[in-house]
Nanobody
């Protein structure tokens, strides 16, 4: 069983920044990667970024490259998503997910999911 604590969402103006956190606990010692996904109202869930534990590789969807940064604090079992230059198109519920798989931005590959945190970008 895996437990998640997600935080950091909120309301921010266009051009602003937020940092999301995802802390995991439980039987994750042999997991390979952790990813952030998002789902906007009326849209399908999409992969945003992924962190691979074995070699610290990171992956991003094209629309967030150069604006979002994923990082990990191994001592805290926490992965962060630093988001900058936010636009209204980034508005969504953001979820973290983890599993015993290499990094992917395909949500169907992950079995373990956090509860989500709302990010709203609006003036």
């Amino acid at each position: 069983q895996v437990q998640f604590v997600e935080s950091g969402g909120g309301l921010v103006q266009p051009g602003g920044s937020l940092r999301l956190s995802c802390t995991t606990s439980g039987f994750t010692w042999d997991f390979y990667s952790i990813a952030w996904f998002r789902q906007a109202p009326g849209k399908e869930r999409e992969g945003v970024s992924c962190f691979q534990f074995s070699d610290d590789s990171t992956y991003y969807r094209d629309s967030v490259k150069g604006r979002f940064t994923i990082s990990r604090d191994k001592t805290k079992n926490t992965v962060y998503l630093q988001m900058t230059s936010l636009t209204p198109e980034d508005t969504a519920v953001y979820y973290c997910a983890t599993d015993r798989i290499p990094c992917t931005l395909f949500d169907g590959s992950f079995d373990y999911w956090g509860q989500g945190t709302q990010v709203t970008v609006s003036s």
